[in-house]
């Protein structure tokens, strides 16, 4: 896998480029005026949607992409080309036709749920004029293509004569042409060197109902003789995917770790194929790689990207304890926490000893939780246990009990601290939320002037590490 980081393969993505625009806030009451949510809105974000997302996913992986599509003469229009622009892409194949709208799709997230989405975009099929314009774009650009994917979402720039044509020019020049497709009828897909559906897709197609792997094998064969395929895929969310070529089937399964949005999975996975077959990867590799990727990215909220580093540590992070995957350095967790950031999350963070680990850390770690999306424990090392409580202390080393806290459900990420306080690791970190024990109401709490809020959580009556230990001196004697 490592030996495609360093690639910078040439693929060229024709399809449908659209804007996804996002209103991200919080609902804290019901309208007046209807009974529906008032969205209190704290920001406003645009990124590349449609095939823009699979822009999005070659240039993170270090493509040189090129994007051909029709776009409308508007403001809409005018700031797709500049998101291109900014991400070093160029728009010399874009036609700019006057007669369409160009898409964009606004959604309103509230506490990391979608509200609403509504849509402004021409849906007919080009004309012939942009047609011809862009046949002729892309046959200018053959010289230098090792790939081309065809993202397919419905709005009209694939249309059947642009992609019969599209496919026709790359088979007499040898590139690939992966397709993720849309609608029920894929006969203008014929010829291509491989298609995509996901499994309902492939489904409504073929007019197979895909129960096991036998309607499985003959959906996906369906596909590669009907359409004159070299191969077929047919993905299977959570399942992986599966290839259908000269060899037989072959199924690829795939684990995520967790799974926030499937938003763009299938744009992530087009787009990896593509570069690992142009950068001259095997159908198998490819898949392999495009199952990490797609894992990476369910994991995030909102149409996202996966890059090599994040696919690399997570094939990495398979062989490993997936509780162990959670105890992390300060480093490590700086990092992850910028990334859930910028997906929206509410980071929670509290720390202790947790010598014993017993009832009452349990139910104060699931309080934790609640305040927010992601919790964080910092665990005092040996040392500063020893500092704080005294020679005999702790019973359990830092790693076992950072290890017992990462396999609680409650708990996303462990750190270790060596110092006395965990000051510094807030500081690093910036929680939204700091959380302590109720004994600390009408006392200074380290790293308040840091983080936007403290709660305090009361413990369980008589539950303690103190009591535990003292209990077990005394059944000793």
């Given amino acids: ?32 005026e209807a009974p529906v949510p008032v969205i ?14 699979v822009v999005n996913n070659l240039v993170a992986l270090g493509a040189q992409v090129y994007v051909a599509s029709a776009i409308g003469k508007d403001d ?18 874009l036609v700019a036709d006057e007669s369409r709208v160009t898409t964009r799709k606004s959604r309103v997230i509230a506490s990391h749920q979608q509200v609403i989405r509504f849509d402004s975009e021409s849906r007919q099929p080009l004309d012939k004029k942009s047609e011809d314009r862009l046949i002729e774009a892309v046959q200018r650009q053959l010289l230098t293509t090792d790939a081309i994917l065809l993202s397919d979402y419905g709005k009209g720039v694939l249309s059947d004569r642009l992609t019969a044509q599209i496919i026709a020019m ?36 073929t007019g197979v109902t895909i129960v096991n792997d036998e309607s499985l094998k003959e ?20 399942e992986g995917m599966a290839i259908f070529d000269d060899e037989g089937m072959r199924r690829y399964p795939t684990v995520a770790r967790e799974v ?14 593509g570069f690992v077959l142009a950068a001259g990867g095997s159908i198998d590799e490819a898949a392999r790689i495009a199952n990490a990727a797609a894992a990476v990215v369910v994991g995030k909220l909102g149409s996202a990207t996966a890059t090599w580093d994040e696919i690399i540590a997570y094939e990495a992070a398979l062989h490993e304890s997936t509780t162990e995957h959670r105890i992390k350095s300060r480093e490590a967790l700086v990092q992850t926490v910028k990334r859930l950031r910028a997906e929206g999350k509410k980071i929670v963070f509290t720390n ?17 939780k609640s305040f927010g999306d992601v919790l964080i424990v910092g665990v005092n090392s040996d040392n500063s246990v020893r500092r704080l409580k005294g020679a005999e202390r ?4 830092e790693f076992d009990r950072a290890y017992l806290l990462a396999a609680l459900d409650a708990v996303d990420f462990v750190t270790i601290f060596d110092e006395d306080t965990p000051y510094a690791l807030i500081e690093a970190l910036r929680p939204d939320i700091l959380v302590k024990g109720g004994d600390y109401k009408d006392k200074e709490v380290v790293g308040s002037d840091i983080a936007d809020e403290v709660r305090l959580v009361d413990f369980v009556d008589g539950k303690s590490t103190t009591a535990i230990i003292e209990k077990a001196k005394g059944a000793r004697c």
């Avoid at 209190?40 to 997302?53: H, I, P, S």
């Avoid at 203008?188 to 489904?203: I, Q």
């Avoid at 926030?260 to 194929?273: E, K, Q």
């Fill in 170 to 205: 790359a088979k007499a020049a040898n590139i690939p042409v992966l397709v993720d497709p849309k609608g029920t009828d894929y006969t203008k897909y014929r010829g291509a060197s491989l298609v995509t559906p996901n499994k309902k897709e492939a489904e409504t197609a």
């Fill in 352 to 368: 202790g000893c947790f010598d014993i680990l017993h009832l009452g850390h349990v139910k104060y770690l699931e309080k934790a």
């Fill in 260 to 273: 926030y949005d499937v938003t763009g999975a299938g744009d992530t996975v087009l787009a990896t194929l």
């Fill in 394 to 397: 702790p019973v359990n080393p």
């Fill in 40 to 53: 209190d809105v704290q920001k406003e974000t645009e990124v590349l949607g449609g095939a823009g997302n």
């Fill in 76 to 93: 809409n229009g005018r700031r797709l080309k500049k998101m291109l622009e900014a991400l070093g892409v160029s728009t010399r194949l």
């Fill in 219 to 238: 959906a996906g064969f369906w596909l590669k003789e009907r359409l004159e395929l070299e191969r077929a895929m047919i993905t299977l969310s959570e």
């Fill in 1 to 32: 896998m490592r030996r495609f980081a360093d690639k910078a393969p040439n693929v060229l993505v024709v399809g449908d480029v659209m804007i996804d625009h996002y209103l991200w806030g919080k609902s804290e009451r019901i309208s007046p």
